[in-house]
């Protein structure tokens, strides 16, 4: 019959050098069990343990010093969990901004709350599909409030699996999936990202730097653009103002922020194992079916007594040029304004708000967004019947 010890060892399935040798009384039948034992060497542990934060310390300033060398500055990074916080405050009759990064940078939220009578709750998303937030408003009963929709025509239309539909889909899926633990460790990351530059998980990661690795592109491997690097702030409501360092003109920062726009908005070539005809035909019945899917979504939420606003935002320069030739008004703006009967401010269209210059091609600068916003608060009155 199987000792007691033996059972132990059998089921824990430890080594036996974690056991040592029994006395010849334990040996017996009956006997107590044999201990575990896990010798600690002597060796000098306080000293070890200070040694080990001095040089984490010391690692971890040199790094925040050499961020903030190259203009790197403390912010939140804007994930899924950050994003379902501001979902979070969303109200049924709350005012909501969706879309692109244009609504995140060029829409100063202390302004439109002086001139619409609430404070807008910020849903935009950089490099984001504004449909799947418009979709989750349109879904949610409770919702029957405003939504102002920020409307950058070549991410308005792209098409599922696509990174920009990705992003934004992953924020609705985690907003409602987060976890208590998901959520919890938002709420402890974000004084460390407020006051700590290295904290960049999308650019300061060595995944994060290995993409910045200047490889040309290669048959049967094509690689991605370039995303922009380090040029606004984003704070726990997520408002997302540009830098200084961006906004100044002529600076560095922007002229190399405007050479990354350009490919990031050309599209990819299409693939070569489909003939260019059938993926032509693909890609136009993908996007007749979002034109479709968002005139049900606005007729859905209309259909509970919301409202919304499509606006086109300031760009300028090469990447304006780039956008007119490839998404032409009458070709994305002019249907989704027709298919939905909702009103819409397309910035050229008033001189009061066509004048900015967007210092990377894109966005407005901190202090124009302020300025913008004032002169976009009696558009969106008119607009909205306010």
């Given at each position: 019959m199987r000792?007691?010890?033996?059972?132990?060892?059998?089921?824990?399935?430890?080594?036996r050098?974690?056991?040592?040798?029994?006395?010849?009384?334990?040996s017996?039948?009956?006997?107590?069990p044999?201990?575990y034992?896990?010798?600690?060497?002597?060796?000098?542990?306080?000293?070890?343990?200070?040694?080990?934060?001095?040089?984490?310390?010391?690692?971890?300033?040199?790094?925040?010093?050499y961020?903030?060398?190259?203009?790197?500055?403390?912010?939140?990074?804007?994930?899924?969990?950050?994003?379902?916080?501001?979902?979070?405050r969303?109200?049924?009759?709350?005012?909501?901004?969706?879309?692109?990064?244009?609504?995140?940078y060029?829409?100063?939220?202390?302004?439109l709350?002086?001139?619409?009578?609430?404070?807008?709750?910020q849903?935009?998303?950089?490099?984001?599909?504004?449909?799947?937030?418009?979709?989750?408003?349109?879904?949610?009963?409770?919702?029957?409030?405003?939504?102002?929709?920020?409307?950058?025509?070549?991410?308005?239309?792209?098409?599922?699996?696509s990174?920009?539909?990705?992003?934004?889909?992953?924020?609705?899926r985690?907003?409602?999936?987060?976890?208590?633990?998901?959520?919890?460790?938002q709420?402890?990351d974000?004084?460390?990202?407020?006051?700590?530059?290295?904290?960049?998980p999308?650019?300061?990661?060595?995944?994060?730097?290995?993409?910045?690795?200047?490889i040309?592109?290669?048959?049967?491997?094509?690689?991605?653009?370039?995303?922009?690097?380090?040029?606004?702030?984003?704070?726990?409501?997520?408002?997302?103002?540009?830098?200084e360092?961006?906004?100044?003109?002529?600076?560095?920062?922007?002229?190399i922020?405007?050479?990354?726009?350009?490919?990031?908005?050309?599209?990819p070539?299409?693939?070569?194992?489909?003939?260019?005809?059938?993926?032509?035909?693909?890609?136009?019945?993908?996007?007749?079916?979002?034109?479709h899917?968002?005139?049900?979504?606005?007729?859905?939420?209309?259909?509970?007594?919301?409202?919304?606003?499509?606006?086109?935002?300031?760009?300028?320069?090469?990447?304006?040029?780039?956008?007119?030739r490839?998404?032409?008004?009458p070709?994305v703006?002019?249907?989704?304004?027709?298919?939905?009967?909702?009103?819409?401010?397309?910035?050229?269209?008033?001189?009061?708000?066509?004048?900015?210059?967007?210092?990377?091609?894109?966005?407005?600068?901190?202090?124009?967004?302020?300025?913008?916003?004032?002169?976009?608060?009696?558009h969106?009155?008119?607009?909205?019947?306010?």
């Amino acid at each position: 019959m199987r000792s007691s010890t033996s059972n132990f060892k059998r089921k824990l399935r430890l080594p036996r050098l974690f056991f040592r040798k029994p006395t010849e009384i334990e040996s017996i039948h009956g006997g107590p069990p044999l201990e575990y034992v896990r010798p600690i060497p002597q060796l000098p542990w306080r000293g070890i343990t200070v040694a080990v934060v001095l040089i984490v310390i010391a690692a971890a300033s040199a790094s925040e010093l050499y961020c903030r060398s190259i203009g790197y500055g403390p912010t939140l990074h804007d994930n899924e969990d950050l994003w379902t916080s501001a979902r979070r405050r969303v109200k049924p009759e709350s005012i909501v901004i969706i879309g692109d990064s244009r609504g995140w940078y060029d829409l100063y939220l202390d302004e439109l709350q002086k001139g619409l009578g609430k404070r807008p709750v910020q849903l935009a998303m950089g490099g984001s599909c504004a449909y799947p937030v418009l979709a989750d408003l349109a879904n949610d009963k409770n919702f029957h409030g405003t939504v102002i929709c920020s409307v950058v025509p070549r991410l308005f239309i792209a098409p599922p699996g696509s990174p920009p539909m990705d992003h934004a889909e992953k924020a609705v899926r985690r907003s409602h999936t987060q976890t208590f633990a998901q959520r919890a460790s938002q709420y402890l990351d974000m004084p460390l990202e407020e006051h700590v530059a290295f904290l960049k998980p999308e650019e300061l990661t060595l995944d994060g730097l290995l993409k910045r690795l200047p490889i040309p592109n290669r048959p049967y491997a094509l690689i991605s653009p370039r995303l922009p690097p380090y040029f606004g702030t984003l704070d726990r409501e997520r408002r997302a103002l540009m830098i200084e360092k961006c906004a100044r003109p002529g600076s560095e920062l922007a002229r190399i922020t405007q050479q990354i726009w350009l490919p990031l908005f050309t599209p990819p070539p299409p693939p070569s194992y489909i003939p260019q005809e059938e993926f032509a035909k693909s890609m136009g019945q993908a996007i007749e079916q979002r034109f479709h899917d968002v005139a049900a979504a606005v007729q859905k939420l209309r259909s509970r007594g919301g409202k919304i606003v499509f606006v086109r935002l300031p760009n300028s320069g090469g990447l304006k040029a780039l956008e007119d030739r490839q998404t032409p008004r009458p070709a994305v703006w002019d249907r989704v304004i027709k298919d939905t009967a909702a009103p819409g401010i397309y910035y050229e269209d008033s001189p009061d708000l066509a004048g900015f210059n967007c210092p990377e091609w894109s966005h407005l600068s901190a202090g124009d967004s302020v300025e913008f916003s004032k002169r976009l608060i009696p558009h969106l009155r008119a607009a909205l019947q306010m």
